[in-house]
C-alpha cells in the first residue's frame, strides 16, 4: 500500500485560508468515504481534525474544514492563526481492513 | 478522563526484543479497535495496523508482518507491541491510537515511546 500524496508545504499569511490536497486512488481515498486530517505539532501527538472526510470532533474549530472529490481529498484551514502552523496528514480506509497516511505537510503561518 | 497512556522511551542493541505498552482508561477498551503508527524521525506516519480489541485478533500492515506482534490484557485495559530481531531502522516513535469510529477516525493516541536501536 503505498503512502497518499501530499505536498510538502503551504502557507498562508494570518486570516488566509490554505487547502492541502491528499491524492490517492480509487482503491482509498477514492473507493470509501472514511479519510481523516490530523494536525501534529513538533514534539507532540497527532490530533484528529477530520473524519469520514468532512465531519469535526467536537472542539475542533470550524475554520478547519474537509472535502472529497474522486480519488482527491482536501483539508481547508481558513482565518489561518499561528497556532495552525504545524505538519498535517491525511489518512484513508484502504480496503481489507488496512489504512494508509499521506506522506504529509507542512503548513507555514 | 478517556486516555492512553504509553510506557517510557526504550535503548535497545540490535538483536534485541522491546515490547511498548499502551494503558487505556476512562473508556470501555473492548468497544474501540486499537491502532499502532510509527513515525521514524523526521519522518511522516506510518500505520502498522490494528487490534481488534474485543477478539484480540490483529491485523498488520505491509511491511510490519514477523517482527512485529500486537497483543492484549484486557484485565488491564491494555495494549501491547512488541517488536523482536530489532534494526537500527526500527528507531522511532511508536504510537496507539484509539479508532473511534472503525473506519480510521483515531480520536485518541497515546504520548508515544521513542524506541532507539543502537549498538
Known amino acids: 500500500q503505498s503512502a497518499l500524496t501530499q505536498p510538502p508545504s503551504a502557507s498562508g499569511s494570518p486570516g488566509q485560508s490554505v487547502t492541502i490536497s491528499c491524492t490517492g486512488t480509487?482503491?482509498?481515498?477514492?473507493?470509501?468515504?472514511?479519510v481523516s486530517w490530523y494536525q501534529q505539532h513538533p514534539g507532540k501527538a497527532p490530533k484528529l481534525m477530520i473524519y469520514?472526510?468532512?465531519e469535526r470532533p467536537s472542539g475542533v474549530p470550524d475554520r478547519f474544514s474537509g472535502s472529497k472529490s474522486g480519488n482527491t481529498a482536501s483539508l481547508t484551514v481558513s482565518g489561518l492563526q499561528a497556532e495552525d502552523e504545524a505538519d498535517y496528514y491525511c489518512?484513508?480506509?484502504?480496503?481489507?481492513?488496512?489504512?494508509?497516511f499521506g506522506t504529509g505537510t507542512k503548513v507555514t503561518v | 478522563q478517556v486516555q492512553l497512556v504509553q510506557s517510557g522511551s526504550e535503548l535497545k542493541k540490535p538483536g534485541a526484543s522491546v515490547k511498548v505498552s499502551c494503558k487505556a482508561s476512562?473508556?470501555?477498551?473492548?468497544?474501540?479497535?486499537m491502532n499502532w503508527v510509527r513515525q521514524a524521525p523526521g519522518q511522516g506516519l506510518e500505520w502498522m495496523g490494528w487490534?481488534?480489541?474485543?477478539?484480540?485478533?490483529?491485523t498488520y500492515a505491509q511491511g510490519f508482518t514477523g517482527r512485529f506482534a500486537f497483543s492484549l490484557d484486557t484485565s488491564v485495559n491494555t495494549a501491547y507491541l512488541q517488536i523482536s530481531s530489532l534494526k537500527a531502522e526500527d528507531t522511532a516513535v511508536y504510537y496507539c491510537?484509539?479508532?473511534?469510529?472503525?473506519?480510521?477516525?483515531?480520536?485518541?493516541w497515546g504520548q508515544g515511546t521513542v524506541v532507539t536501536v543502537s549498538s
Open positions: 480509487s482503491s482509498d481515498v477514492g473507493g470509501y468515504n472514511y
Open positions: 487490534t481488534n480489541t474485543n477478539t484480540g485478533n490483529p
Open positions: 476512562g473508556y470501555m477498551f473492548t468497544a474501540y479497535p
Open positions: 469520514d472526510v468532512t
Open positions: 489518512s484513508s480506509y484502504a480496503g481489507n481492513n488496512n489504512f494508509v
Open positions: 491510537a484509539r479508532d473511534f469510529t472503525g473506519n480510521g477516525a483515531f480520536d485518541i
